[in-house]
């Protein structure tokens, strides 16, 4: 997520377990942790990406301790602002999707990044309910225990202008069951999802009246 400091580019991660494409970065402007669940933040290689990063913002929810410790992270509630480089980020949210009765939610929140000339994105977490406004960028979880499609396509319908979709959270699915939710959920939104998957930069450029020609850079992983 580019942010213009003499065209520097802003890089921020998120440690989760199911990828280790991660491991050994380093350049970070901001590491967003969503919420404390193993598969977003991996409590074996987490710190270590800390480490690797000094001058990072390190944000998470307020019980990530409880999962690992994370050497100079703030902790943040929905309605926080703060800045990456010259990006922006606003805290949405604040509880995990419910998986079942049985299981208690832990704090998760989703993150509304901002540049002046730039798409706005919105990472939501694992949680469907936040719908802030004016979001270029969507990037929907698609698979999990504690979702289900309809949910997934009535959470796109609540954004007005959208210009693109981009699905994560989808390790649980096969092939099939990828091009199953991609047709599915384009027919029913309208939306056209954008995969990232085994894909470099993605460019997505944006016009509007009264708004430049931009343009957001995001990298799979």
Do not use: C
């Amino acid at each position: 997520m580019p942010a213009d400091r003499s065209r520097r580019h802003s890089r921020a991660a998120g440690p989760r377990a199911f990828s280790d494409a991660w491991h050994g970065t380093e350049g970070l402007d901001g590491i967003l942790i969503t919420h404390r669940h193993p598969d977003h933040l991996d409590p074996e290689h987490a710190a270590a990406l800390v480490e690797a990063n000094p001058d990072a913002a390190v944000r998470a929810p307020t019980d990530t301790d409880e999962a690992v410790r994370l050497s100079g992270v703030q902790h943040v509630v929905p309605g926080a602002k703060f800045a990456v480089g010259r990006l922006q980020v606003q805290v949405v949210g604040g509880d995990h999707a419910v998986i079942h009765d049985d299981i208690p939610r832990v704090r998760n929140v989703g993150y509304v990044i901002t540049h002046p000339e730039e798409p706005t994105l919105f990472h939501p977490g694992d949680a469907l309910e936040s719908t802030p406004p004016s979001i270029d960028v969507l990037a929907l979880p698609i698979m999990a225990p504690w979702s289900a499609m309809k949910e997934q396509v009535e959470f796109v319908r609540g954004f007005d202008g959208l210009k693109t979709v981009i699905p994560i959270h989808d390790e649980l699915l096969a092939d099939r069951g990828r091009e199953l939710f991609t047709r599915q959920i384009t027919n029913l939104t309208g939306y056209e999802l954008t995969w990232l998957r085994e894909s470099g930069p993605y460019e997505i450029t944006v016009s509007e009246p009264e708004r430049d020609i931009s343009t957001q850079e995001f990298v799979s992983g």
